[in-house]
C-alpha cells in the first residue's frame, strides 16, 4: 500500500500557485519524498524530491515540515500544461528499489 | 527527455496466446522497471531489474515474467494472456551514482494491451 495520503482531485486558476498537499505520517528516517506527475496518457514525469530541506527546481517548489509529516508541491505559476494527475512518492534512497505509486491528485488548472 | 522505446506501443491479442513488450533504452542505465496502469489503480509494479539477469518481482506479478539479457533490454512476457491483463504497461529507468543516489526514474511512452 502506498504510504501517502493525497486529495483526489484540485482544481487552480491559470497563473496562480498550485499547492498541492500530501500526507506522509510515517515516513521513516532514510526515505526521501519525490514528486512525479503524468500527463493524460503519457508516461510518468519526475518533478522534485526531497529528504527535509526545501527544495526548489525549474519545475517546481517542494516543502516539507519539520517533523517530515507532509509535504506541499508548489507550481508557483501554473499553465493548462501542467493540468495533470500528481503522485506523492516515498521511498529509502537505497536499499529497495521499488516505488510504490498512490492514486495521486489529479489537478485541473482552469482558463 | 530520456532515450526510453517501448514495442510495440498498441497490440490487440487473443485470450491464451503468449505475448512479449519489449523496453528498450540508450541510457546504460543499471535498473528497469515494469509498471502496468489500470483505471482507480495507479501504476503497479510488475517486476524490476537491477542489473543484467538480476529480476525481482514486484506487487502484480502473478501471469508475467521477465528478461534482461543485456543492459539496454528489458522483456516482460504474458506467457498466456488473459483478459485481466489489459492494460497499459510502462516500462522505467534509473541509475544511481555517488553524486546522486536518490534513483528517480525516467519513463517511457507506454504500451496498450487489449486482450480480448
Known amino acids: 500500500d502506498a504510504k501517502t495520503t493525497q486529495p483526489t482531485s484540485m482544481d487552480c486558476a491559470e497563473g496562480r500557485a498550485a499547492n498541492l498537499p500530501c500526507n506522509h505520517s510515517?515516513?521513516?528516517?532514510?526515505?526521501?519524498v519525490y514528486w512525479y506527475r503524468q500527463i493524460h496518457s503519457q508516461g510518468p514525469q519526475y518533478i522534485i524530491h526531497?529528504?527535509?530541506n526545501n527544495e526548489t527546481n525549474e519545475m517546481a517548489s517542494l516543502i516539507i515540515t519539520e517533523d517530515r509529516k507532509s509535504s506541499t508541491l508548489i507550481l508557483p505559476h501554473a499553465t493548462l500544461r501542467d493540468t495533470a494527475v500528481y503522485y506523492c512518492i516515498v521511498r529509502p534512497f537505497s536499499g529497495t528499489y521499488k516505488y510504490i505509486f498512490g492514486t495521486g491528485t489529479r489537478l485541473k488548472v482552469l482558463a | 527527455d530520456a532515450g526510453i522505446t517501448q514495442s510495440p506501443r498498441h497490440k490487440v491479442t487473443e485470450t491464451g496466446t503468449p505475448v512479449t513488450l519489449r523496453c528498450h533504452q540508450t541510457e546504460n542505465h543499471r535498473y528497469m522497471y515494469w509498471y502496468r496502469q489500470d483505471p482507480g489503480h495507479g501504476l503497479r509494479l510488475i517486476h524490476y531489474s537491477y542489473g543484467v539477469k538480476d529480476t525481482d518481482k514486484g506487487e502484480v506479478s502473478d501471469g508475467y515474467s521477465v528478461s534482461r539479457s543485456k543492459t539496454e533490454d528489458f522483456l516482460l512476457t504474458l506467457e498466456s494472456a488473459t483478459s485481466s491483463q489489459t492494460s497499459v504497461y510502462f516500462c522505467?529507468?534509473?541509475?544511481?551514482?555517488?553524486?546522486?543516489?536518490?534513483?528517480?526514474?525516467?519513463f517511457g511512452p507506454g504500451t496498450r494491451l487489449t486482450v480480448t
Open positions: 526531497g529528504l527535509k
Open positions: 522505467a529507468i534509473s541509475e544511481s551514482t555517488l553524486a546522486n543516489p536518490v534513483y528517480e526514474q525516467y
Open positions: 510515517t515516513i521513516s528516517g532514510n526515505e526521501y
